[in-house]
């Protein structure tokens, strides 16, 4: 069935260090895809997006490039501050009005 | 600016008692939907709504039940809580497949 599968966290990065979160969904069609974050004892905020394939989504520094050929949606920052410390959730919409989400990656910044 | 508001930050019920979890949301969208989230298991669908009266059963709609009486409402309903429903619960309202779901701040529950 559908499903999406994130990089295993927690990430720990010292500041102005590179990230990279692993996604990579399996689905029937063309779905849409999501990258959310989640700040300490917040719900979850859109962080970008992308509908179809090679669309490339970016946000606050934060980018991910949709790939059909390899049904992945990897997330990247060139250099992270100690704000980016979250929770991150790939998702995609694959096909319905549903969402299905990653377990989550908990990445730390220190200064 | 875009809002879903959940009744309550914080909640401590006891086994068995009957929990009522309250979201509104003013962007007029058809959809609405609960989750739980939980360490390590992401967020899980519990039910969802596409139109007033109207709900589907998501993936661990067990021990749960929801109402949509008016389009800007929806309730989740534990009938008889118990200590494994212990959680963050995550009320988001959308309106289109390729929208995206906006969500409130959630609702950390605990069962004694």
């Known amino acids: 069935g559908d499903s999406v599968t994130q990089m295993e966290g927690p990430v720990t990065l010292s500041e102005e260090a590179f990230l990279t979160i692993n996604c990579t969904y399996t689905a029937t069609g063309y779905p849409s895809l999501f990258w959310y974050v989640q700040y300490p004892g917040e719900g979850l905020q859109l962080l970008l997006k992308?509908?179809?394939?090679?669309d490339k989504g970016s946000n606050k520094g934060f980018e991910a490039t949709y790939r059909k050929e390899t049904t992945s949606f990897h997330l990247e920052k060139g250099s992270v501050q100690v704000s980016d410390s979250a929770v991150y959730f790939c998702?995609?919409?694959?096909?319905?009005?549903?969402?299905?989400f990653g377990a989550g990656t908990t990445v730390t910044v220190r200064a | 600016d875009v809002k879903v508001t959940q009744s309550s930050r914080y909640l401590v019920k006891r086994t068995g008692e009957k929990v009522f979890l309250e979201c509104v949301q003013d962007?007029?969208?058809?959809?609405m939907f609960w989750y739980r989230q939980d360490p390590g298991l992401g967020l899980r669908l519990i039910y969802f709504s596409y139109d007033v009266k109207m709900k589907e059963k998501g993936d661990i709609p067990e021990g749960y039940s929801v109402s949509r009486e008016k389009k800007e409402r929806f309730s989740l309903i534990l009938e008889s809580a118990s200590t494994n429903q212990t959680s963050m619960y995550l009320c988001?309202?959308?309106?289109?497949?390729?929208?995206?779901?906006?969500f409130g701040d959630g609702t950390r529950l605990s069962i004694l």
């Open positions: 998702a995609f919409g694959p096909g319905d009005y549903k969402l299905s």
């Open positions: 992308a509908t179809k394939a090679d």
């Open positions: 962007m007029d969208h058809e959809n």
């Open positions: 988001a309202s959308g309106q289109e497949r390729s929208q995206p779901q906006h």
